[in-house]
């Protein structure tokens, strides 16, 4: 006779779970953003006058050799480089990785006509806007 259940006896011999509590408690705790953060390019942007601007924020970097500003399709795409080196006596080390930014540019946006520059760590580029909206169009229902 067994001295175990008939329920205990058909659980199968797996290897021990982790503690899913834990990791549970571990992202509840932290935003899903987060371990995106470090590589998403934060920008503010705002349309006025005929006018799209996009401003960057991309300290350390420079702007000649390690940010590309490219365009295709409606969307601003932005990405850049950053490698920064720090020495301490017998001690350095490295900060680098790479950002990414893509926004969609507004109708009527003048693609040919972007102007991009960079001061203080920020990127600020430029856009010109055609004014004129696109006219309300009704379409007519047809019923047999």
Do not use: C, N
């Amino acid at each position: 006779m067994s001295i175990l259940s008939p329920r205990q006896a058909l659980l199968p011999t797996w290897p021990a779970l982790p503690d899913w509590s834990d990791l549970m408690a571990r992202l509840e705790s932290r935003p899903l953003w987060t371990s995106l953060e470090g590589h998403m390019i934060r920008v503010e942007e705002h349309l006025e006058k005929g006018r799209y601007t996009l401003r960057a924020e991309l300290p350390g970097v420079d702007p000649a050799k390690d940010v590309d500003i490219s365009v295709r399709e409606g969307q601003l795409t932005i990405k850049a480089e950053r490698t920064e080196r720090k020495e301490e006596g017998t001690r350095s080390e490295f900060h680098y990785g790479s950002f990414y930014r893509s926004v969609p540019l507004p109708v009527g946006a003048k693609e040919g006509d972007i102007d991009a520059s960079y001061t203080d760590g920020i990127l600020t580029v430029t856009v010109p806007v055609t004014e004129s909206e696109t006219p309300e169009k009704h379409i007519e229902i047809k019923t047999p």
